[in-house]
């Protein structure tokens, strides 16, 4: 039996790829504590011989967390991942991600792992050139964004001190069912689903122009599996669909009118991912077209509306953070 480790499992994409596991045969330790997941996204287990729930904060693990022993894998989702709140409070976004990084690497170090895989960001990069090589340089824009670079950097340098096999996927905008904050905005998916869900127009900054590269979450939690069972030991890929397409064509595919947000600044016009890489290194395809996922999600519609509700006046109000910063 090949036993798997999830942290943040009952978030989003954690969720999702729990599901990718158990369906290829994995005994799977779902952690999380959900700050911002929740263990609805995975009751479909939740009586699964090979499914266990396990209520946990990442910063109260100890070295000798009895849930990491034995391991094939730790797949390590559990993060935050928010430029505006992260510039407000940046604190928490290096304590959760870096040092919470660091109590599930030196955790996992009880197994002898065939692979630590960890879910990085393209937030990384921050203004980078398109299509986006793995070689390209990184240069956060946020406190959010560099938290996740520096978590990354922690994942390979124990990798190569303690002789622990890891790979990163720096993910680039993932969407689809399940994608709700409870926290603070989110992604620009998951504030317009919710808005779509109270028949309202979708927020969008500046003239829809911002163009993005979305990959659906089952695509995503696919790369993470095959990353896991392929990816070279100490590499870097990023994972998207491979096309950036503007805001005002997904509103578009949601079928929503629009109302403008004051453009902000100092913020990427377009983010597309080259997945060249990936492809090539583990045959990774995304198969699932922007259009595909859209209607997907749409499908389940009224899932959003357990999600909190941002509106112009939420919204503006958080974005001048950003606009004290980049003014």
Not at 104 to 126: E, P, T
Not at 163 to 185: E, K
Not at 195 to 200: I, L, N, P, S, T
Not at 290 to 318: C, H, M, R, Y
């Amino acid at each position: 039996m090949i036993r798997s480790l999830v942290t943040g499992a009952a978030g989003f994409l954690g969720s999702h790829l729990v599901d990718h596991l158990i369906k290829e045969g994995h005994e799977v330790i779902a952690l999380d504590n959900e700050a911002n997941g929740t263990w609805e996204n995975l009751a479909q287990w939740s009586n699964h011989p090979r499914f266990k729930k396990v209520h946990q904060d990442i910063l109260e693990l100890s070295c000798d967390d009895p849930h990491f022993q034995n391991l094939d894998y730790v797949f390590h989702l559990a993060g935050l991942e928010c430029p505006i709140s992260s510039i407000k409070n940046p604190e928490v976004f290096f304590t959760t991600n870096v040092n919470g990084t660091i109590k599930v690497l030196q955790a996992a170090r009880q197994s002898d792992l065939k692979k630590f895989i960890f879910a990085s960001s393209s937030s990384i990069y921050g203004i980078a050139s398109t299509p986006t090589l793995e070689t390209d340089s990184t240069h956060p824009l946020t406190p959010s964004g560099l938290s996740k670079l520096q978590a990354e950097e922690a994942v390979f340098h124990w990798g190569e001190l303690f002789s622990l096999p890891t790979v990163s996927l720096r993910i680039f905008n993932a969407y689809g069912p399940r994608n709700i904050s409870r926290l603070f905005p989110g992604s620009v998916f998951s504030l317009w689903m919710k808005q779509k869900a109270e028949g309202m127009n979708l927020t969008i900054v500046g003239n829809g122009q911002h163009a993005r590269d979305f990959v659906y979450c089952t695509d995503v939690s696919n790369a993470l599996y095959i990353a896991a069972i392929e990816g070279n030991d100490g590499e870097a890929y990023n994972v998207g669909s491979g096309r950036s397409i503007e805001l005002s064509e997904l509103a578009t595919l949601l079928k929503s009118k629009t109302t403008s947000l004051k453009d902000l600044k100092d913020e990427p016009i377009k983010v597309w991912a080259d997945i060249s890489k990936f492809q090539f290194d583990c045959n990774w395809q995304p198969r699932v077209p922007i259009e595909s996922g859209v209607a997907f999600s749409l499908d389940v519609l009224e899932d959003w509306n357990k999600a909190p509700l941002w509106d112009t006046s939420k919204l503006d109000s958080f974005f001048s953070t950003w606009f004290e910063v980049y003014s």
